[in-house]
């Protein structure tokens, strides 16, 4: 496996932070386009890159610093991985589902499933749809809308890990800590309130 990039790095963590200022289009510029579906096909595999993309979106005010010491991780950093948000990286009284609603524009899963789509062959769509899919599931989406998520990855990598324990949660009906103790957090959870982006950036080479 290639060994992630700075650049790579770099690309991730702007991209999330200007996902709290405005909605990305894929389309909207080639050179963005390209640099972030780079970036995905790096993550075919679960790697550290992958894991500080997602932990990113979950805790939207993670440094810099923090993203790059979770993307240098090797790739066995990834099967540990809600296990490692529950324990370390969230305070106990920490609404994944409020967090995600306040800080972003936009709607987290369908942007890397639309970013899947421009990624060729399909099978290093992985983990564009592995994020999608996590995202979704701990935000607390409805069972069905996580289904369609991880359905994707299933079309692409049926054996992956990540699926495995996605599809032992949805069938158990196990939720997320962080929403299983908020009735219908759908249903009342704000939608993309403005909130002034960090100023962290990953430390240059």
Do not use: W
């Not at 529950?86 to 899963?109: E, G, L, T």
Request: glycine residues 4%; proline residues 7%; contains cysteine.
């Amino acid at each position: 496996m290639a060994q992630t990039t700075r650049q790579q790095i770099q690309t991730m963590f702007d991209l999330i932070e200007t996902l709290k200022e405005r909605k990305y289009l894929p389309g909207e510029s080639k050179i963005s386009d390209d640099r972030i579906t780079d970036a995905l096909r790096t993550m075919v595999e679960p790697n550290g890159l992958m894991d500080a993309t997602i932990a990113k979106v979950l805790r939207p005010d993670m440094s810099g610093e923090e993203f790059e010491a979770v993307a240098m991780l090797d790739e066995e950093a990834s099967y540990g991985l809600f296990d490692t948000y529950r324990a370390i990286m969230m305070p106990s009284d920490y609404d994944v589902s409020h967090a995600i609603a306040c800080a972003f524009k936009q709607d987290i899963p369908r942007l890397f499933s639309d970013f899947a789509l421009q990624i060729h062959p399909m099978s290093d769509r992985a983990g564009a749809y592995r994020i999608a899919a996590t995202v979704s599931y701990m935000e607390g989406d409805p069972a069905a809308r996580c289904k369609h998520f991880a359905d994707q990855l299933y079309r692409v990598k049926p054996e992956d890990e990540m699926l495995r324990n996605l599809s032992v949660a949805l069938i158990h009906g196990i939720e997320p800590a962080r929403t299983a103790s908020r009735p219908n957090a759908n249903a009342s959870r704000p939608k993309g309130n403005r909130r002034t982006p960090a100023k962290d950036s990953p430390r240059k080479p």
